[in-house]
């Protein structure tokens, strides 16, 4: 659990994220890379290629991610987490602009997350929609990126305190985010594939989960779901932490 101190110093507007130098390739940046997509015969077809050796295993971080989220010493806990879920909705937005025209309508009519798991978009008046994928993340991205743009729930000032109400958004925040990965993983990993940036995008989504642990922002509910609609990035989260790349 977090709470607000108000000594702090100001926030930088990025933070660490170990993305290895260079972040995904983008389609329009000198061209296509080669295709490596593999053999459909060389993966077992009910198995994700996600959770399939050696894409599962690939990283640019080796070891323990519990390392590089730990609090560094004389940082403001509530700063810590504010810069670290401004880096992960960056990073993740920009790596879902890269594979965005594979993801419409047609293709992607649910916001799926798992083989029988589609999320639903929440209105503010409490009404539920199901909701095409795109439309679905334009409006996470959209609403995370109003929160962080309001000075009042992620302020940049040194003399201006953090909301009581923010580790209650910040967590809502997060889920969202997870939510995303979830589908990038289920339905556009192939893409990921293409693009050669299994590494890059393996050690961020790791890098979130733990975050999330390390200062209880993740729900084991919502990385796992529900034994009728399982989460398909549960069983990713479960290799990793079988490895000791997370911790149990």
């Known amino acids: 659990m977090f709470s607000t101190n108000r000594n702090r110093a100001p926030r930088a507007r990025r933070s ?15 061209g296509p ?3 490596r997509s593999p053999s459909p015969g060389a993966q077992n077809p009910s198995k994700p290629l996600y959770l399939c050796t050696p894409f599962a295993d690939a990283a640019l971080v080796k070891g323990n991610f519990k390392t590089i989220v730990m609090l560094p010493k004389y940082t ?25 025209e594979t993801c419409t309508q047609h293709s992607c009519p649910t916001m799926s997350g798992g083989p029988s798991l589609n999320y639903v978009w929440t209105h503010q008046g409490g009404k539920q929609a199901n909701l095409p994928a795109p439309t679905y993340i334009d409006y996470v991205m ?19 305190a953090f909301h009581p109400s ?13 939510r995303v990965f979830a589908h990038i993983y289920h339905a556009h990993y192939p ?18 989960l733990a975050f999330g642990r390390e200062y209880e922002l993740l729900e084991v509910r919502d990385i796992k779901g ?3 609609a399982p989460v398909g990035v549960g069983l990713l989260w479960e290799r990793w932490k079988e490895k000791g790349i997370l911790e149990s």
């Open 33 to 35: 890379p080669p295709s």
């Open 226 to 228: 529900e034994p009728n």
């Open 191 to 208: 893409q990921i594939l293409h693009l050669r940036s299994e590494p890059h995008f393996n050690s961020l989504f790791a890098h979130f």
């Open 76 to 100: 403001d806990i509530m700063e810590w987490v504010a810069v670290n879920i401004f880096d992960f909705y960056t990073n993740l937005n920009e790596f879902y602009g890269v594979i965005a």
């Open 16 to 30: 660490p994220t170990p993305s290895g130098g260079q972040g995904p390739v983008r389609k329009d940046s000198g």
């Open 142 to 160: 959209t609403s995370i990126q109003n929160l962080i743009d309001d000075e009042n729930i992620f302020p940049t000032k040194s003399n201006q």
């Open 166 to 178: 923010f580790p209650a958004t910040v967590r809502t925040v997060y889920r969202q985010l997870l």
